[in-house]
């Protein structure tokens, strides 16, 4: 059952002024106009942002200003984008050694809360909030939602999510207001294939007009709707986030459904960093919200089109700076701004992390969106994930309800190694059912090999093209 929307939407605000958020509000409208912004204009007020958590970094807080010091420059001489490459990168394993220090002296500690990245890459960041970032990420998240097929506040809305921070920190307030805004929240924790059916089944009953879910979530649930039948009536839009959204899962989601899809891409350090354009031609960038860098592996700027480390500054991050924070994405800038006349700069969509793109013995890499389309080509399989531990051999996790035959594996086999120019042994390790997942999100390719791998010719050589199929 809805709410009027216009009861649904006042509501909301209402609710955010007895929660002592009514600067959510004023930033979003703030959002709504300077998204229009000419190019130039945009990159004026990000500059003036940088410019002064910058100084606020230098005064503020201890690591910064000894790092300052030591390199001989000053906030005030940081006064283009490209100087701020003075500055050394931020890595997870300097942001956990220097906690203390990356304090700021002047922080609302009231209103500090501690946060933690989901540890996707082996190691599980920490770093602090205050009440002024996290109404800034509320303002980003509303606008970034007005994008996907012009939803509005108010307008049936669900979210499928399953951090087990957001769920830790969530109070009996929260949940009475999700119930009063036309919202519904949906815990994927401990992701199954009995979670999947219910999933669908609560969507169908309540008809949102846009969900905000993880896409490997949304695309099972889309092949259970196609196996069943069941319509999400009033559906508009998808919004995948916290994981990619590789090709194959739009197509799965787009046929099923008939609405549009949109890429949304961020991380907890930073809020949202990008996100997929109206008119679907780029990520926006965020200009307001972040400060973006693409960069080689020396720490020279990536050209446009050019795929680099994502290096971010995060704008509104005042209880704990985290200047030239080093993601591990990778990306590429794309030149030009959105058709739709957004003045946001573009990138590209992420195309894996490091430690989740397959190296070959020859030292290339290949991402999981070749993957995605390899294997959900086969209306079989559900979900995959694959798995290198060898730099020889990959083993390939699939969840196929009806099983894999030998042919399918060795079809799979085969041209893999057409297009990596290796005859890696694959093995098929075949689940009997979807796996648990303590987030709800998953990563469809995870190397465990490091990054020095040599390629001894042994190895070169390859042996012949195998499938091994494993029913667990």
């Not at 998204?35 to 005064?59: C, F, S």
Request: proline letters at 5%; one cysteine or more.
């Amino acid at each position: 059952m809805h709410i009027p929307e216009r009861f649904a939407r006042d509501s909301y605000w209402l609710l955010q002024r007895l929660r002592g958020r009514d600067a959510v509000r004023t930033r979003l409208e703030w959002l709504r106009s300077t998204q229009w912004l000419a190019p130039d204009a945009m990159r004026a007020l990000q500059m003036e942002k940088l410019q002064r958590l910058l100084r606020h970094a230098e005064r503020t807080v201890p690591y910064y200003r000894r790092l300052m010091q030591e390199r001989g420059v000053s906030a005030d001489s940081i006064a283009q984008p490209d100087e701020l490459r003075c500055l050394p990168l931020l890595t997870r394993a300097l942001l956990q050694a220097h906690q203390a220090e990356l304090l700021s002296s002047e922080g609302d500690r009231a209103t500090f809360q501690t946060n933690y990245s989901s540890g996707s890459t082996g190691m599980r960041a920490q770093f602090v909030q205050d009440a002024d970032f996290r109404m800034w990420m509320r303002a980003h998240q509303l606008r970034t939602y007005e994008w996907c097929a012009s939803w509005e506040l108010g307008q049936p809305f669900v979210l499928l999510w399953g951090s087990e921070i957001y769920w830790g920190y969530k109070q009996l307030i929260d949940r009475a207001e999700t119930v009063f805004t036309n919202r519904r929240e949906f815990n994927t924790f401990r992701l199954s294939a009995l979670l999947v059916r219910q999933f669908l089944e609560k969507l169908r009953r309540f008809k949102p007009v846009l969900v905000s879910t993880y896409s490997t979530a949304m695309q099972l649930i889309a092949r259970e709707a196609n196996a069943t039948g069941a319509q999400i009536e009033s559906l508009r839009a998808i919004q995948g986030t916290s994981e990619p959204m590789p090709p194959a899962f739009r197509e799965v989601m787009s046929r099923v459904f008939g609405c549009e899809l949109f890429d949304k891409y961020g991380m907890r350090e930073t809020n949202i960093i990008s996100h997929e354009s109206p008119w679907h031609d780029g990520m926006c960038i965020q200009a307001e919200n972040v400060f973006v860098e693409i960069v080689r592996q020396d720490g020279s700027p990536a050209a446009p089109g050019e795929v680099g480390r994502v290096v971010v500054t995060p704008l509104n991050s005042y209880a704990m700076p985290l200047l030239r924070y080093e993601t591990s994405d990778l990306a590429a800038v794309v030149e030009g701004h959105c058709a739709s006349g957004i003045g946001l700069p573009r990138m590209t969509t992420v195309s894996g992390r490091r430690q989740d793109l397959i190296m070959t013995p020859c030292g290339d890499r290949i991402d999981a969106y070749f993957f995605s389309y390899l294997l959900m080509r086969f209306p079989g399989i559900h979900w995959f994930q694959v798995v290198q531990r060898e730099i020889a051999r990959l083993v390939i996790r699939v969840y196929a309800p009806a099983g894999l035959s030998r042919a399918t594996a060795e079809q799979i086999a085969e041209r893999l190694r057409h297009h990596s120019a290796f005859a890696f042994q694959v093995d098929f390790d075949i689940l009997p059912e979807m796996p648990a997942s303590s987030t709800g999100k998953f990563r469809l390719c995870v190397c465990e090999l490091p990054d020095t791998i040599g390629t001894p010719a042994a190895v070169l050589a390859g042996p012949a093209t195998t499938a091994v199929v494993k029913q667990a």
